[in-house]
């Protein structure tokens, strides 16, 4: 899905599909003014705040992270292992909540761009340890930055006490009784 796709997924609604019956009902005073509807009650919805907020980073994430190939889940990933080498797929799918299905080919993609290699874990001889290789460790510092500087941008309006607002708020929603232990740093 192209950038505009997504950031226009929740702004724009769809119009009436040609030839479908025109509607009788009046339209709503307050869709007239500025041709936009009335969201005020969709506002007032923290997931439909999270996900317009989440858009506009995730537009701004996808043009940055363009020239090393990387997508959200994909910066994740390499963002676990870099910070926990060694760290298996069952950790990295209980980190981010991916489905291990999921996981596979999102591994072997990663390993196929020699990004990662897999290596026996120290401590568990049935597990593989996923660790970032010298090029995967010079391609999630750059990319790394480069998150670190969008993220600035796309908070640009925020103070940093607001933004560690934020964070913690939005922890609590999606991890209820876990704020602040430190996991799951790298998640876009």
């Known amino acids: 899905m192209s950038e505009t796709s997504i950031a226009n997924a929740m702004r724009r609604p769809r119009g009436a599909r040609k030839g479908a019956a025109s509607s009788d009902t009046a339209v709503p005073e307050s869709a007239v003014g500025d041709g936009l509807p009335d969201t005020?009650?969709?506002e007032t919805l923290v997931g439909y705040n999270a996900r317009r907020a989440a858009l506009s980073v995730i537009a701004v994430f996808?043009?940055?992270m363009a020239p090393f190939e990387l997508r959200p889940v994909d910066f994740s990933v390499l963002s676990v292992i870099?910070?926990?080498p060694g760290v298996t797929s069952r950790q990295i799918c209980a980190a981010l909540d991916i489905l291990p299905p999921n996981l596979v080919g999102m591994v072997k993609a990663l390993q196929q761009r020699?990004?990662?290699?897999r290596r026996p874990h120290p401590s568990?001889?049935?597990a593989l340890g996923l660790h970032?290789?010298?090029g995967g460790e010079r391609l999630y510092r750059e990319a790394q930055a480069m998150a670190s500087a969008l993220e600035a941008?796309?908070?640009a309006a925020l103070t940093p006490d607001e933004v560690q607002t934020l964070i913690a708020l939005l922890r609590k929603v999606y991890r209820p009784g876990s704020v602040g232990n430190g996991h799951g740093d790298g998640v876009l």
Do not use: C, Q, V, Y
Not at 114 to 117: A, D, G, N, P, S
């Open 40 to 42: 005020g009650f969709l």
């Open 62 to 64: 996808l043009r940055r």
């Open 82 to 84: 870099a910070h926990n």
């Open 114 to 117: 020699k990004l990662i290699t």
């Open 124 to 126: 568990d001889g049935r």
């Open 132 to 134: 970032l290789t010298p």
């Open 153 to 155: 941008e796309a908070t």
